[in-house]
């Protein structure tokens, strides 16, 4: 009937069906009851009210778990079947659009069966309601049309005399129900088929009402008199904004008014369609209470009063308004509830479950369960870095990159920073054995100046010595940068002051290594290597060799230089803060440089360890090289297979290994011939 293309000059005053479902879908949602079961009659009313609120519960994301059609005949059968399943039937929301008879009778089927904590949600409902008289196995809910005052009606029906109208069967039928009276059949024919109920007297007409049975009348038994009542109304007002045109001015071709006074023609074609314009754009309120206009499809706002079943000390049971559902009002504001004021069955604070599938609590997602409506599912914790922080979340998120999931998956923490500090167990026996590498270098450095006028530490040139001496010590404490959190300074310091050192103190054995080879040949006869035998040129070579890595180390700095950064990749669980190198390049050239000289001193030495002398610097150097190659040679695979605090302990370990492997291949020995054989690092003894 909301169609105007068959029904352009249809109005209604009073709720449509859809309207309901709506109204049924929103009480639904505002409880949680997502998964429910829905009780038809199977005819035009219940067929079409059981689309419309199946398509309503579809979009409001509710899942029917049934539908059944109650015939309008011989369906005694129908609810036996009813009585049978009812117990198998998980949803606790049932939503009824059955005659007050049938549901009746549906009860009666189920009072001697187990199927309590059902919630029935009816449509309009009063106390006189047979159904309410099974409060231990039914919990109604009524979403019914809002009922409202009719002005004078009560001083109308106060003063009512049935004899006065006595061909108005509708009085008669009034006032029985009121009275609880039957009329003479022979007075009332249109009642002559129906069975009266025993005990019911018979009308006279002279019946008088209270006041305390209007007012339960006007409240309980007149929804359909208060639509009559405003559909007159409405006509009223259309009749008033047509008497109230003007000339000129009217909605009609060439600005004309219809002629109020047309109306009692009956040939008059157009009239009624003029009226009907002015019906259609009625706007008035009653009393202040109930706004009234019609909308594009001829239907007034649809405004359903809440109705909860309770049941008093006595055993009876009685409606309480709970809310309202005004379906014009603006989204999400449509439903107005007061919990205070409901009463759930057996004293309940919080209203029943009625769902397919409990919640899933946050750190978890929904897994849909195959062949299964949308409303069942399971329920999956999240994978490590995804979270859900609430219910019912159909997937989990991913946490940030630099995020990771808590042990509860509901929230998103920072991943702990990951480096090698000095409070860790790797990190204070690095610290160690740096500090203490170094004393030792610094303790022999002191033996060496304190005997450097000993034949012995004149024959391996003191200030070559001194110099990988002091280069030793600084490569051990170098490996200190590498710990801590890493920060600009230390990055720019870590690879460049571990490339220079190591740079100064292989110079300074590439050169002590020519200094071997030159003096045995310098003592030949007529060599003339004798000239290049001064110590300012050893120290030059040092110099020249150490200030091409200084060279590379600052065009490495001035192009592209290390920096902090974060490994959010490697380890998923953590980040890694390390030091980027910036320009690879730079980085494998100042490895590449160190090698190239530690290779160029490893083969000079091997030439010339069988160089004839009982202590044969060549041998101790060949050596130490040897230990300085194999260490770095395995640096590299190692170095660049780890990541994190792996990566950076590997290069403290090849550090302070290749540093300690020079100290003690090259001056351990000379200390111990220095210190415990006093007088055994005589020249004579040098030469034998």
């Known amino acids: ?206 019946e008088h009402l209270q006041g305390q049975t209007i007012s339960s009348l006007t409240l309980n038994t007149l929804s359909e008199s208060y639509g009559a009542y405003v559909a007159t109304y409405s006509i009223a007002h259309a009749l008033q904004d047509l008497s109230s045109c003007n000339i000129r001015e009217g909605p009609f071709g060439n600005g004309t008014c219809a002629n109020i006074w047309d109306f009692q023609s009956s040939n008059c074609c157009c009239c009624c369609y003029q009226l009907l314009y002015y019906i259609k754009k009625v706007h008035f309120w009653v009393y202040h209470e109930k706004e009234v206009a019609f909308d594009a499809n001829g239907d007034s706002p649809a405004v359903y009063d809440i109705l909860n079943g309770q049941e008093t000390l006595q055993k009876s049971v009685f409606l309480v308004n709970i809310g309202v559902v005004d379906t014009m009002g603006l989204s999400g504001k449509e439903l107005t509830i007061n919990e205070s004021a409901i009463i759930w069955r057996g004293d309940q604070s919080q209203a029943p479950h009625s769902v397919c599938s409990e919640s899933c609590l946050p750190g978890s997602s929904q897994i849909p369960r195959q062949g299964w409506p949308h409303c069942c599912f399971d329920c999956r914790p999240c994978e490590k870095g995804y979270i859900s922080k609430n219910r019912d979340m159909e997937r989990c998120e991913k946490c940030p990159e630099d995020q990771s999931s808590n042990s509860h998956r509901n929230h998103c923490v920072p991943k702990p920073e990951v480096f090698l500090g000095y409070e860790e167990p790797i990190g204070m026996a690095t610290t160690c054995v740096a500090l203490s590498f170094s004393l030792l270098t610094i303790f022999i450095l002191g033996v060496f100046v304190r005997h450097r006028g000993s034949p012995l530490v004149r024959a391996n040139n003191a200030v070559l010595s001194y110099i990988l001496l002091i280069s030793l010590a600084l490569c051990f404490l170098s490996s200190l940068l590498f710990l801590g959190h890493p920060t600009k300074v230390t990055c720019l310091l870590r690879q460049t002051t571990f490339g220079i050192v190591f740079t100064m103190a292989i110079s300074s054995i590439f050169s002590k290594t020519i200094t071997v080879i030159f003096a045995f040949q310098a003592t030949r006869p007529g060599s003339i290597i004798r000239k290049w035998m001064r110590p300012r040129i050893y120290n030059s070579v040092v110099i020249i060799f150490s200030s091409i890595q200084v060279t590379i180390c600052a065009i490495w700095l001035g192009t592209s230089p290390p920096f902090p950064a974060a490994d959010i990749q490697s380890q998923p669980g953590n980040i890694i803060i390390e030091c980027n190198e910036g320009s690879v390049i730079a980085f494998y050239c100042v490895l590449s440089y160190m090698g190239f000289l530690a290779l160029g001193s490893f083969l000079v030495a091997f030439l010339a360890k069988n160089l004839p002398d009982t202590y044969n610097e060549a041998k101790f150097i060949t050596f130490s090289m040897l230990v300085f190659c194999s260490v770095w040679i395995s640096f590299l695979p190692t170095y660049q297979s780890t990541k994190g605090k792996a990566m950076v302990a590997v290069e403290i370990f090849s550090i302070l290994a290749s540093s300690a492997g020079l100290l003690g291949c090259i001056f351990v020995p000379k200390c111990y011939m220095i210190l415990f054989r006093l007088n055994g690092h005589t020249h004579k003894l040098l030469k034998r």
Not at 92 to 97: G, L, P
Not at 142 to 164: M, P, T, W, Y
Request: proline fraction near 4%; glycine fraction near 6%.
């Open 1 to 206: 009937l909301s169609d105007k293309t068959q029904f352009p000059s249809f109005l209604r005053t009073i709720p449509n069906d859809q309207s309901w479902s709506h109204s049924v879908a929103l009480v639904l949602q505002y409880f949680g009851w997502t998964w429910v079961g829905i009780m038809a009659q199977d005819d035009d009313f219940g067929n079409q009210a059981s689309y419309f609120l199946s398509d309503e519960l579809k979009k409001a994301g509710i899942c029917r778990e049934f539908l059944m059609n109650i015939p309008t005949s011989n369906f005694h059968e129908k609810f036996q079947y009813v009585a049978r399943t009812m117990g198998t039937i998980s949803a606790k929301a049932i939503v009824v659009i059955l005659n007050t008879f049938s549901f009746s009778l549906m009860l009666k089927q189920l009072s001697g069966r187990d199927v309590t904590g059902k919630i029935w949600i009816r449509r309009n409902i009063d106390e006189s309601d047979i159904a309410l008289s099974y409060p231990n196995i039914s919990q109604t809910l009524a979403i019914s049309r809002q009922r409202g005052r009719i002005k004078g009606f009560s001083e109308f029906a106060g003063h009512l005399q049935v004899d006065e109208i006595p061909e108005n069967d509708y009085i008669k039928r009034f006032w029985g129900k009121i009275f609880n009276c039957k009329w003479p059949i022979q007075e009332l024919p249109c009642l002559s088929n129906r069975t009266e109920p025993e005990g019911s007297k018979f009308c006279t007409g002279k």
